[in-house]
């Protein structure tokens, strides 16, 4: 409150070197915040897409079980002969 009745006294100069620190530190909140947001919208897409890669490997090595062939297994999933035969 104090500081609140004190700026009142303040002179223009004062005043607008203040204001520019508040809007400094308001930007920099703002940055935090997308910075923040941004590393949270990358994990998420991070681990949909590890999801479905462990999903199409899961889907291989039933395919593997059933007796597919690599190259149809390869079109079926996606996955390279490489990744396919590290599950034989």
Do not use: P
């Not at 002179?11 to 935090?32: P, V």
């Not at 462990?54 to 079109?75: H, N």
């Amino acid at each position: 409150a104090f500081e609140e009745a004190d700026r009142h006294n303040w002179s223009k100069l004062e005043l607008e070197e203040y204001n520019k620190i508040f809007i400094r530190e308001g930007d920099e909140q703002g940055r935090l915040r997308l910075a923040e947001n941004r590393g949270k919208l990358e994990g998420k897409l991070e681990g949909k897409l590890e999801g479905k890669h462990e999903g199409k490997l899961e889907v291989a090595s039933k395919l593997i079980k059933k007796g597919f062939d690599t190259e149809f297994i390869q079109e079926a999933t996606g996955l390279s002969k490489e990744e396919i035969n590290k599950l034989l």
